[in-house]
Structures are given as structure tokens and as C-alpha cells.
């Protein structure tokens, strides 16, 4: 059988594979790089980065559930200036395709984070993240607020001519109107689904088991509520949309795809099996082998509903 085409576009940004490293969850590609090979990757998105270093939230930040993680992480990163210098080299030499994600507390930083990195060469698009529900201004605010995320995609629109994608999140009943505002002001596609609100107690000190109370759930447990919500989007809106939420192996992968999802971003199975974007790759592949399928772009949304 000829080779599998496992290449997939997102808007005008074309990726060799459907398979992104998830934000938050390998730093900027180095903390990862000594366990997998990541030029075999479609994409690598780095942790959310504001205009200037973010400490986050103080420690316990995260914690372990059924079937999946609560953290609190509260955005901590090197921030704008120290990503350019110090972190931008390292990522220039990987053969994959670069997504700064970005996160803010006002439009205004978006947009001036948006200014900054627009001349950078090395990456090839921007996720916008309007969804941490772990920061006390900004993030949960921007992404309940429909005429924000609204704002947010058009004033970075007016700034890059790089692909847009604004991830959204899974803490409201309508995530499709959010995507649809998202389309109707030039974003090139949508992300989904950044982590859903919890909490968890310790029994005998009666305290939260995370200092910030409450933190994002992710892993295998939000699988279901990820799939429904790209479902929603896929049905009303015409938009890519790339899936996220509690993918672990191949098969969660290809169902996000069947349900309407260009690509897929795997997060906490990083930290579980670092290896997992490379045998994710390889269980697509011999999937497309069996079900004699030649381009892997045929499955997204081949639902049949
Ligand atoms: C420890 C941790 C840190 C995260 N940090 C960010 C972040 O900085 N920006 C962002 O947009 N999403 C962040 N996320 C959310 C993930 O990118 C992803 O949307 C979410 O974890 C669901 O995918 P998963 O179930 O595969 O982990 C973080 C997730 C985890 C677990």
C-alpha cells in the first residue's frame, strides 16, 4: 500500500500530521524533547506566554482524580522578552510546525503580545487562549464573555496575517456562538476544549487539595464533555476546529476526527507516557492501513448522524 497521507490543514496552516503538543504541558518543547523525537510532530504549542513573566499560582498546584489531573498552574511563565531570546532558538532548529500560545489580562496585552512575537519567523501561528479558568482577571472572564472573545479575535486579526486559532472553553452551555463569533471576525479556526472547572478536598484536613481551590480538570475524564462540545461546533459552525481533551491513545484521537476535529492537541498523557504523539502517529497510520483509508483528512467529520 502506498504511503498514508497523514497531512491535515488547519485554514491556510498546513501540518504534517494531526497530532499538536497541548499548551501547559510541555513548556516550550525543550522539557519534553529529551523523551520523544519532536520533529515527527504536527505541531508544538507553547505554554500560554503574557507580555511580561507570571510566577502563577503558589504551590499545591496540582493534584491527581479519577481519571485525570486538577491543576492550578495560574499561567506562570517567562513571559514575552526572555521566550524571544531564550526559548525561540531551541524551537527554531525542531523540524515542526511552532504555535505560540498566548494568554493576557486585557485586550490590549493581547494585542501587544501579538505585535511582538507577529515578526517571529519561527512561528507559524497563534492560539489565543481565552479560556484559563485559573487566573483571577482575564482568562475565565474573556472566556464567558462572548463580545470579548468577539473583540479579542478581531483586534489580533487587524495585527497578523499568521493563522488564528482561539481556544475556547468547555465552561459555558454555548461553546458553537462563541465559535461563531470567532469566524464572523476572522479567526482561522477554533480550539476545544481548554479545562473544566473542579475541585477537590482532603477528607481529614477538610482543606482544598490546591491552594488556588479550584483548578482546571483534564485527562480521560473530560474525553466525553471534549467530544460533545466539538460535535456542537462541527454540526452549526463552519470552522476548524482542533479537538483536545483527555485523548490518550490513537483511538481517542480518530474519534475527535470522526466528530468533526482537522486536528487534535494531547496534553495530560504527556506527563503520563512522553512517547505518546509518536505511537499516536503510528496507531493512525496502521488504522488508515486496515480501513483503506489513503488520506487521513477524509475522516474529519465522517460522523454519520
Ligand atoms: C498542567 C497543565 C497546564 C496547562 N497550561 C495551559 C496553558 O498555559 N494554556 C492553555 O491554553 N492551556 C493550558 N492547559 C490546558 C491544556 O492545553 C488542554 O486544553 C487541557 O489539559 C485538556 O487536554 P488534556 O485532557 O489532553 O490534558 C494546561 C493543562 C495542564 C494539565
Known sequence: MNEIDLSVNIGSLKLKNPVM???????????????????????????????KPRKGNPPQRIT??????????GLANVGVEEFITHKIPFLKKINSTLICNIAASSIEEYIECVE?????????GFEINVSCPNVKEGGLIFGNDINAVGRITEKVRAKTNKPIIIKLSPNNSNISDYAEVVKKE??????????????????YSRKPKIKNITGGLSGPAI??????KVLEISRKVDIPIIGIGGIFDWKDAVEFMIVG????QIGTVNFVNPRASLEIIEGLKKYCEETSITKISDLIASRII
Request: aromatic residues 6%.
Open 116 to 124: 511582538i512575537l507577529e515578526t517571529q519567523e519561527t512561528i507559524k
Open 186 to 203: 476572522g479567526g482561522d479556526a477554533v480550539s476545544a476544549i481548554n479545562t473544566l472547572v473542579g475541585t477537590a478536598f482532603d477528607i
Open 223 to 228: 474525553k466525553p464533555v471534549a467530544l460533545a
Open 261 to 264: 476535529a482537522s486536528a487534535f
Open 21 to 51: 503538543l497541548a499548551s501547559g504541558t510541555v513548556g516550550y518543547g525543550n522539557e519534553i524533547s529529551e523523551f520523544t523525537d519532536l520533529s515527527k510532530i504536527g505541531a508544538i504549542v507553547t505554554k500560554s506566554i503574557s507580555l
Open 64 to 73: 491527581e482524580t479519577p481519571s485525570g489531573m486538577l491543576n492550578a498552574i
